[in-house]
């Protein structure tokens, strides 16, 4: 018996593949109200992100093959992999033959953000930027109908579709074994963290913290106009989240690690060696940028820009933890704070990260 989590993917799978499909009678849809995790989706504003995915040049043939389409024009329902529940938000992650990532954004608040205020101005800002960080977002799904699972919330209503920065991984081998690929989920650690700073965290499991924000505590070292360039593209990109209010984005750096020419030279000559890996030209934050002392190769792009200062949750989370203060000054946390003072700790804690070096 298939799990949820697989029925769930099941029903993104089928929704995408079969966006252009005439949609059926309304009695067709009376036993699927009954349905506890399969949703039926529709694809919103579909011509309109299939032109931001012309736009970056994303291969219609292939993102339909990373979905479940083969070369013989037949749909599979099997292409999503479940990643499991990877966040606070409940969210759940699915990933499409490592090329792309399909996460549920079940929480209102956010999904209207992003549905009625933000997405428009992403796709505009998207197609005027270029080189942004943002992440690209390839699709965005709501359920079409009400079902118990959608009222219940056994079923996430809303889904995006988006670029996979670890792409790569799986076949990336390092005489015959995989590289030990590093990921960091970074946000501001000034902020007010509640399962990590009341009563010293004793009173939040282990495994509720690991969910928080992660450190990194070294430094991305960069030629100088390399450093110059991401500054540049972080203030304009940082600024656009500000003038919509966004808080509590994050930036999601991928730290691929290459062999030094003696360990290359010295690596014994098989058929699973490989050389050291160079990103393609010319180098950008998706694709791979070379850090100056040729130890690693970054990739980085923002991610999670779904919480807005003015909607009521948000709100409501602020005054509790303004009361909360009163009590214990903690300060703000990362989602009751502005929009403007959340850039500028989230720029700050970019930039320090970088160190300029010549290059090796």
């Not at 081998?173 to 963290?193: H, V």
């Not at 106009?225 to 972080?234: I, P, T």
């Amino acid at each position: 018996m298939p799990s949820r989590q697989d029925v769930i993917a099941q029903s993104i799978t089928h929704s995408i593949l079969h966006s252009d499909d005439k949609p059926g009678s309304i009695v067709g849809h009376v036993p699927a109200f009954f349905h506890a995790y399969w949703l039926t989706f529709d694809c919103v504003q579909r011509e309109l992100f299939k032109a931001l995915r012309g736009l970056w040049q994303l291969d219609e043939l292939n993102y339909r093959a990373s979905l479940g389409v083969d070369a013989d024009g037949r749909t599979h329902d099997d292409a999503l992999e479940s990643m499991g529940d990877m966040g606070f938000s409940g969210s759940t992650f699915f990933i499409a033959k490592e090329n792309y990532i399909v996460k549920s954004i079940p929480r209102r608040f956010e999904h209207s953000f992003f549905k009625n205020e933000l997405l428009l101005p992403y796709a505009d800002y998207m197609r005027n930027n270029p080189r942004s960080l943002l992440v690209r977002i390839t699709d965005f799904l709501q359920y079409s109908h009400y079902s118990m699972g959608s009222m219940i919330g056994l079923a996430p209503s809303h889904h995006i579709v988006m670029e996979n920065i670890q792409r790569g991984k799986s076949l990336d081998q390092r005489q015959g074994k995989e590289a030990e690929w590093e990921t960091f989920d970074l946000k501001p650690q000034s902020y007010f963290y509640p399962e990590r700073d009341v009563a010293g965290g004793i009173l939040a499991s282990e495994a509720t913290k690991s969910k928080l924000a992660d450190d990194f505590d070294d430094k991305v070292r960069l030629t100088l106009d390399v450093v110059e360039e991401f500054k540049y593209q972080l203030q304009k990109d940082t600024a656009f989240l500000a003038k919509h209010n966004a808080v509590d984005y994050s930036l999601f750096l991928l730290r691929i690690p290459r062999p030094n020419d003696e360990q290359s030279a010295s690596g014994p000559s098989t058929t699973t060696s490989k050389p050291p890996y160079n990103p393609p030209e010319p180098q950008t934050w998706r694709t791979g940028i070379k850090s100056a002392d040729g130890k690693y190769v970054y990739r980085a792009v923002i991610l999670d820009f779904f919480w807005s200062k003015h909607k009521v949750h948000a709100q409501a989370m602020t005054g509790l933890i303004k009361a909360y203060n009163i009590f214990d000054r903690q300060g703000p946390m990362s989602v009751t704070t502005t929009s403007p003072e959340y850039r500028a700790r989230f720029s700050k804690m970019c930039t320090d990260m970088l160190e300029v070096q010549t290059d090796s």
